[in-house]
């Protein structure tokens, strides 16, 4: 059964402050890792995609990769009210048919 | 990004009718399409996947001869939920693959929610 862990939060952050959101993730073969971010009545949208250790940034977003850890988070740089929504983590496996595994997510408030 | 368009984003239906759900993908040839349910405060909940012109894989505990997937193109995938009941009641959300790349992720539509009164 592959599982992927996120803390439901919420996590409260004030504004310009960073926001560190962490996932866990049992498949050792899995190879791409994706955050979402979804508000409020909405659909996910995709923030950040990696596919290897180490950091990865993208403006205030900075995605951090540990295989060996089995370890994936989002750091939120310059947190600002609209950044305010659930972040899902999602995993997925080499090869087959693609199917992501998601996290429950963790809500995300900033506040002013 | 790859655009995703799902139509309705809302219906209101009464308990026994069936309800048709679009997704298309209007920028890319989508090789498989997935289909999530999600309660309020819980997460995406895959409920099946669908490649084109072949039948729906569904995952375990979800009932295929009330929740119809048909992918009849490469850029349209429909869930007809039949006799729906208040249970039923949901927020929908697809998700479309593109064939040419496979390591890009998924793009959802933007979810179709579902009331049965």
């Known amino acids: 059964q592959k599982e992927v862990e996120q803390n439901s939060g919420p996590l409260s952050v004030p504004e310009g402050a960073i926001a560190s959101l962490n996932c866990t993730y049992s498949d050792r073969v899995s190879q791409s890792f994706f955050w979402y971010r979804q508000y409020s009545g909405k659909s996910p949208e995709l923030i950040m995609s990696?596919?290897?250790?180490g950091d990865k940034e993208d403006g205030r977003f900075t995605a951090q990769l540990n295989k060996a850890s089995q370890y994936v988070s989002l750091l939120i740089r310059d947190s600002q009210p609209s950044d305010s929504a659930t972040y899902l983590c999602a995993v997925r496996s080499s090869g087959g048919s693609y199917i992501p595994t998601f996290g429950r997510g963790t809500s995300l408030i900033v506040h002013p | 990004g790859a655009v995703v368009s799902q139509h309705p984003s809302r219906v209101i239906c009464k308990s026994g009718t069936s309800v048709k759900i679009e997704c298309r993908s209007l920028?890319?040839?989508?090789?498989?399409m997935f289909w999530y349910r999600q309660f309020p405060k819980q997460s995406l909940m895959l409920m099946a996947t669908s490649n084109e012109g072949s039948k729906a894989t569904y995952e375990q505990g979800v009932e295929k001869d009330k929740f119809l997937i048909n992918h009849a193109s490469l850029t349209l995938s429909t869930l007809t939920v039949t006799s729906a009941h208040p249970e039923d009641s949901s927020f929908y959300i697809c998700?479309?693959?593109?064939?040419?790349?496979?390591?890009?992720?998924?793009?959802f539509g933007q979810g179709t929610r579902l009331t049965v009164v």
């Open positions: 998700s479309a693959r593109d064939r040419v790349s496979s390591y890009t992720e998924a793009f």
């Open positions: 990696i596919y290897s250790n």
């Open positions: 920028d890319f040839q989508a090789t498989t």
